[in-house]
T-cell receptor, first 111, second 113 residues
Framework: DVKVTQSSRYLVKRTGEKVFLECVQDMDHENMFWYRQDPGLGLRLIYFSYDVKMKEKGDIPEGYSVSREKKERFSLILESASTNQTSMYLC??????????FGQGTRLTVV | AQKITQTQPGMFVQEKEAVTLDCTYDTSDQSYGLFWYKQPSSGEMIFLIYQGSYDEQNATEGRYSLNFQKARKSTNLVISASQLGDSAMYFCAMTRRRNDMRFGAGTRLTVKP
């Protein structure tokens, strides 16, 4: 079974902190994604990566950056967390034949 | 930019009846893929069904089928013989050339006994 693991299930951070959300997949997938999920807005694409060191902005990249130094790991970075970044964050990976496999999600609260 | 629209925030269906969840999309690409995912209250995202833009037949997977109308840019999910366990959020999604995947806002389906 494909496994996509997010480093934390719940996270509470203070405004202005630098926050790292980590995601690891074990199936050698080329593509990895970060989304945030908010009620009524569905899943919005923050960034995605189609290869090591390659990344593309999604629809809401402002306030976020990403890193993909190894194929299996895709990190989402909040440079200076703000309260409007309180959300559920979902990581996903997919092979070239597209079908995304999702992690369990990280519920981030910024206080 | 591509856009995926799910116009039904919430739907109700009687157990054992069929229900159709609507999804329209907007893209200028000729090659794309369309997906539906289910998210129960547990929060996990469960893949249901996939349709490629060049597939001539509508996709089916058990009780799930797609009503894919390419000219109208719509891909509606049909769930036959609804079960109580079908109560969940349902998301429509699309991928394009770089395999970026974007989702609609979702439809909350409630199956009534």
């Amino acid at each position: 079974d494909v496994k996509v693991t997010q480093s934390s299930r719940y996270l509470v951070k203070r405004t202005g902190e630098k926050v790292f959300l980590e995601c690891v997949q074990d199936m050698d997938h080329e593509n990895m994604f970060w989304y945030r999920q908010d009620p009524g807005l569905g899943l919005r694409l923050i960034y995605f990566s189609y290869d090591v060191k390659m990344k593309e902005k999604g629809d809401i990249p402002e306030g976020y950056s990403v890193s993909r130094e190894k194929k299996e790991r895709f990190s989402l970075i909040l440079e200076s967390a703000s309260t409007n970044q309180t959300s559920m964050y979902l990581c996903a990976s997919s092979p070239r034949v597209p079908r995304a496999f999702f992690g369990q999600g990280t519920r981030l609260t910024v206080v | 930019a591509q856009k995926i629209t799910q116009t039904q925030p919430g739907m109700f269906v009687q157990e054992k009846e069929a229900v159709t969840l609507d999804c329209t999309y907007d893209t200028s690409d000729q090659s794309y893929g369309l997906f539906w995912y289910k998210q129960p209250s547990s929060g996990e995202m469960i893949f249901l069904i996939y349709q490629g833009s060049y597939d001539e037949q509508n996709a089916t997977e058990g009780r799930y089928s797609l009503n894919f109308q390419k000219a109208r840019k719509s891909t509606n999910l049909v769930i036959s013989a609804s079960q109580l366990g079908d109560s969940a959020m349902y998301f429509c999604a699309m991928t394009r050339r770089r395999n970026d995947m974007r989702f609609g806002a979702g439809t909350r389906l409630t199956v009534k006994p």
